[in-house]
């Protein structure tokens, strides 16, 4: 029933504008409206309601009185160079350790390992180089069933 309505669907479309793969191009416009939504518009809205708070909150407003666009400009100046070394720090610093614990922990990459320890093992071919550098990849490399 399902493919019978997307195949209608898409016939609709080519019966409007003959010659385009309609069902391709909608696929690819959702793509795009998802990144924009949310890479762009969404942060870009969310940045904003962050620096409402922080005005409204702070007492900055009621403190200084302190018009809106002035503390808007004064804190994008101050918090973007801030932010940006922070983000330059973390992918200097932290980002290979969050990739590495990551690719650790998948267990598609484990199996890989494992496997990759299993057969070079059978061809005469693991160093002990190899098997410390594979045992740094994995603590623990489960043994297979059968060698």
Same mark, same amino acid.
């Given at each position: 029933m399902d493919e019978e309505v997307t195949h209608s669907f898409s016939n609709l479309w080519g019966v409007i504008v003959p010659g385009r793969n309609w069902n391709d191009f909608t696929r690819r416009r959702w793509y795009d409206f998802r990144n924009g939504h949310s890479m762009y518009l !969404? #942060?870009?809205?969310? $940045? @904003?309601?962050?620096?409402?708070?922080?005005?409204?909150?702070? &007492? %900055?407003?009621?403190?200084?009185?302190?018009?809106?666009? !002035? #503390?808007?400009?004064? $804190? @994008?100046?101050?918090?973007?160079?801030?932010?940006?070394?922070? &983000? %330059?720090?973390?992918?200097?610093?932290?980002?290979?350790?969050?990739?590495?614990?990551n690719w650790r922990n998948h267990p598609i990459m484990m199996d890989l390992v494992r496997d990759m320890k299993i057969m070079k093992r059978r061809q005469g071919l693991l160093t002990h180089e190899d098997e410390v550098m594979l045992e740094k990849l994995a603590i623990e490399l489960p043994e297979a069933v059968s060698e």
């Open positions: !969404v #942060f870009m809205m969310s $940045f @904003v309601n962050f620096v409402l708070i922080f005005y409204n909150f702070s &007492g %900055v407003k009621d403190t200084f009185n302190i018009p809106l666009w !002035v #503390f808007g400009l004064a $804190f @994008v100046l101050i918090y973007v160079p801030v932010a940006v070394w922070v &983000g %330059v720090w973390h992918r200097h610093k932290q980002l290979r350790v969050d990739h590495f614990q």
